[in-house]
């Protein structure tokens, strides 16, 4: 990946390259408000969308995908099966006739509800049949990762986590790269939370660029894919303009330290998960 290219990419173990930058439209109304963002993101280079089921959202991510113009295989679209569904080949076909689309580049299981290894073969079923072209994960923690490799017969290409430098996670991550498996960000800005922590402020005036910039870069340089969510489109291009600088060392570590994780795989150390 080099600094200034907005197509930078990461290689799945399915061979795909999944855009390093995407939008994130969770908690983005179904209707007007998704598709003015997703269009908008396209328009600025975004090739990256992401949605789920539980989302409800499927239809206008379609419609603006169709009335972009941009061919489908330019764009990779993810979403995510909500396991409190039972079939994931039969939801897929659902979520595709939202879409309007013959495929998606990637399924994941949202969480790992009910346990890490039980809707797996589904998974596999929507990749041998073609409507996935990539399967992989959400919220899964290293102990489940392992779980499922141990029974996949397709390996995980993706593991979505909450990320930032408050939620570093950093053991998770490293679990990833030893399996092949690409982290991707999602809350990279902590729902907008971290955009008015004081260590992020100061770095982002010292280097001339926003907070969320600096949180996306943070990211990236972590090696992560990140999907930052906006209804806004001037913020929707302030958080795919990272490509043309690099935070420095120092930056860096000082970002490190926000963490509140211990460096655990946890995402909240304190708290439950969400997803419980
Ligand atoms: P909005 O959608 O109204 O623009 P995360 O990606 O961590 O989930 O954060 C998303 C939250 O951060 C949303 O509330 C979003 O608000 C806000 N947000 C996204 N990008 C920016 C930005 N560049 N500047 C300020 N707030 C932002």
């Not at 689309?101 to 929507?126: C, F, N, Q």
């Not at 922590?197 to 660029?209: C, H, K, L, M, Y």
């Amino acid at each position: 990946m080099t600094a200034n290219n907005a197509q930078a990419t990461r290689t799945l173990l399915n061979g795909a390259e999944i855009p390093v930058v995407g939008l994130g439209v969770w908690q983005v109304p179904d209707g007007r408000e998704c598709e003015r963002a997703v269009s908008s993101a396209l328009e600025s280079g975004y090739r990256l969308i992401d949605t789920a089921q539980a989302y409800r959202n499927e239809s206008s991510v379609g419609r603006a995908i169709r009335s972009s113009g941009i061919p489908r295989e330019e764009i990779f679209l993810t979403t995510k099966f909500y396991p409190g569904s039972r079939d994931p080949l039969v939801e897929v076909e659902r979520s595709l006739e939202r879409l309007g689309t013959g495929y998606v580049d990637l399924y994941l299981i949202h969480w790992p509800k009910g346990g890490p290894t039980w809707a797996w073969s589904g998974m596999e079923r929507a990749s041998e049949a073609g409507l996935a072209r990539g399967i992989g994960i959400s919220n899964f923690s290293a102990a489940e990762l392992q779980e499922l490799l141990k029974v996949s017969q397709i390996p995980p290409t993706v593991n979505q986590i909450q990320f930032s430098p408050f939620e570093y996670r950093r053991s998770l991550v490293e679990a990833c790269a030893d399996a092949g498996v690409v982290a991707q960000a999602y809350s990279p800005l902590g729902t907008g939370r971290h955009l008015g922590d004081p260590v992020v402020e100061r770095i982002a005036s010292a280097t001339g660029r926003t907070p969320a910039q600096v949180l996306i870069r943070w990211a990236i340089q972590k090696g992560l894919s990140v999907i930052p969510k906006s209804t806004h489109s001037e913020r929707i291009v302030e958080n795919f303009d990272v490509f043309d600088f690099e935070l420095d060392e120092d930056s860096v570590s000082a970002l490190d330290s926000l963490d509140t994780t211990d460096q655990t795989p946890d995402a909240l150390a304190r708290t439950q998960k969400w997803w419980s």
